[in-house]
């Protein structure tokens, strides 16, 4: 079995600094934002700066506006630091290449919990049921997201959705674009229920914790049940305990660290009480999110021991089975195959030679490489449904460096840009496959 802490490291937690021009908690750290020296080696680095070419839209320029608000210079309400807040992806790529090791991600998302602070009782009524809905039922609860699922598998899959689209009435209430993005739902959903899952192997490698996910599990079902499949072919037992829920990548991202923590002390919690090894997880966004617990409960005695202990035990997927090795009982793909590099596994969590490794080991797979890899695809959680515009901007590029290396299929490892490509490439009237990287492995098991 394998050990506790054996090869997981541990996160930092820095310390968080109060400022004047920020109120209450969740201050974005003032050590973090001085220690840029604005060198401009993040500029090429960042999406929306190279869509733009605007000083603002990049890292070091949106450092400048939280200092500013920070020291009191500017308003936490100004409209161009809410909408840069908001225009950023939070993808990371500055923080891969930066040479002061500015951790932006840690001063992005107090300063978007400034602002939906400071605005959020001045949002409309309409608009304040939304996020409720969205971020205290839908992601809060995973049995609210089975339900919310089984409603838009019926609409999907009824002829509803046909008529709908056919009368114009998305068009009419501007709901087109919003309809469009709704994942297909799974014919089945994978939910946790204490499940464990036996190897055949004599001694089992470890016991890993599957987080099933919130959107992954009623739209991704076939991932995560490719997922243990995989694992337990490698060795593994497998728990999927029924006490986890959403990460909080969504609230947090939304501004609502408070949500996020109490979403995270679910996780924390489940986790405690399976006695498994480590926590694996198939979306990368989701792992990001996970491995930061030890930070945003940085500064609380009760659980930031605690947090930083789970983050330490936190595996992508693909970086965990290329750790532990996979059954070479592998049969042929015969495919050219572009992996794409999700943000939040490229550049937040550094994991780029692992998933490439684990598909070179499938035998007629030709790993073939883009430019602009690290580029955000304009996924990014939500961001394709708040900053539509540039969401799509970044899609087509991504397509076009996609479709210029001419693959047979796709393989990424997260749901958000799997569900981006499949857009792009639907838009651009190409169908070529996208899957997760444990797909492709369980399929080449099964040849």
């Known amino acids: 079995m394998l050990c506790r802490g054996s090869y997981l490291t541990n996160v930092r937690v820095p310390a968080i600094n109060s400022l004047t021009g920020f109120a209450g908690s969740d201050i974005p750290p003032e050590d973090v934002y001085n220690r840029c020296v604005r060198c401009g080696l993040c500029l090429p680095t960042c999406p929306t700066y190279l869509e733009t070419l605007v000083e603002t839209s990049s890292p070091r320029g949106r450092i400048a506006l939280i200092k500013a608000v920070g020291e009191g ?38 300063a978007r919990t400034q602002v939906e602070r400071a605005i959020g009782q001045r949002r409309s009524f309409g608009q304040r049921l939304t996020r409720w809905f969205a971020l205290d039922v839908l992601f809060a609860n995973l049995a609210a997201m089975r339900f919310v699922a089984t409603l838009l598998r ?48 004599l001694q089992p490698k470890a016991t890993a914790f599957v987080h099933a996910g919130c959107v992954m599990h009623v739209a991704f079902a076939e991932v995560d049940e490719a997922t243990v499949r995989v694992l337990t072919k ?4 497998v728990l999927v305990p029924a006490g986890q829920g959403c990460c909080g990548a969504i609230s947090i991202h939304a501004g609502e660290l408070g949500r996020g923590r109490e979403m995270a002390k679910a996780n924390i919690l489940a986790f405690e009480r399976s006695d498994a090894d480590v926590y694996v997880i198939n979306a990368a966004g989701c792992g990001s999110t996970l491995k930061e617990y030890g930070h945003i409960f940085a500064d609380d005695p009760d659980w930031a021991e605690r ?12 970086e965990f089975l290329d750790a532990i090795g996979i059954s070479p009982e592998l049969g042929r793909i015969d495919a050219a195959v ?7 596994l490229v550049n937040a969590q550094r994991i780029a030679g692992a998933p490439r490794r684990l598909l070179a080991r499938i035998p007629g797979v030709i790993l073939r490489e883009i430019e602009e890899p690290t580029i955000c695809c304009g996924s990014a959680g939500i961001y394709n449904v708040t900053m539509p515009e540039m969401a799509e901007r970044l899609r087509r590029r991504k397509i076009e ?24 490439l639907r838009e651009a009237g190409r169908s070529i496959p996208v899957k997760h990287v444990v797909e492709l492995l369980d399929a080449a098991y099964s040849a």
Request: aromatic share 6%.
């Open 401 to 424: 460096n996609i479709l210029a290396a001419n693959p047979d299929l796709i393989a990424t490892a997260n749901p958000g840009c799997a569900l981006q490509l499949t857009a792009g």
């Open 307 to 318: 947090a930083a202990d789970f983050s330490s035990k936190v595996r992508d997927l693909t």
């Open 73 to 110: 210079r500017l308003a936490v309400t100004s409209p161009g630091f809410m909408h840069q807040m908001h225009e950023c992806l939070d993808c990371r790529a500055c923080e891969a290449v930066c040479p002061s090791g500015v951790m932006y991600g840690q001063i992005l998302e107090p």
């Open 154 to 201: 019926f609409y999907q899959r009824s002829g509803l959705q046909r008529l709908v689209r056919a009368s114009g009435a998305l068009r009419l209430l501007k709901l087109e674009r919003l309809e469009a993005q709704a994942p297909p739902i799974s014919a089945h959903f994978f939910t946790p229920r204490d499940q464990r899952y036996r190897t055949t192997a």
């Open 234 to 237: 490698a060795g593994c037992e």
């Open 338 to 344: 572009v992996f794409q590099d999700p943000c939040h």
